[in-house]
């Protein structure tokens, strides 16, 4: 099975900056396009950010601008640069192969909070 190691959430103000980063077990990494998503508070968990194997990326406008993905092939990493972040940034965000509507497991996840 799969696993997602992510890291580099936490406590911020708002106009802050945070690098994400989350590791994946095994050999599907590279063969894979990878996502970013974010789970607020009472809200559902959504798509922030992909990037395909090419390194083709994509970004839900609210993100557009500030926030930058990338991936590691070697080191079987995907980033999440977050810049200019508002309190509405604030979740727990997560990282997986799958898109939306078709992931199977989770990783722990990595808290985000922007204060105002």
């Known amino acids: 099975q799969v696993q997602f190691v992510e890291s580099g959430g936490g406590l911020v103000q708002t106009g802050g900056s945070l690098r994400l980063s989350c590791a994946v077990s095994?050999?599907?990494?590279?063969?894979?396009?990878m996502y970013w998503y974010r789970q607020a508070p009472g809200k559902q968990r959504d798509l922030v950010a992909s990037?395909?194997?090419?390194?083709?990326?994509t970004y839900v406008d609210s993100v557009k601008g500030r926030f930058t993905i990338s991936r590691d092939n070697p080191k079987n990493t995907v980033y999440l640069q977050m810049n200019s972040l508002k309190p509405e940034d604030t979740a727990v965000y997560y990282c997986?192969?799958?898109?939306?509507?078709?992931?199977?497991?989770w990783g722990q996840g990595s808290q985000v909070t922007v204060s105002s």
């Open positions: 990037i395909s194997t090419g390194g083709t990326t």
């Open positions: 095994g050999t599907i990494f590279r063969f894979s396009n």
């Open positions: 997986n192969y799958r898109p939306p509507a078709t992931v199977r497991s």
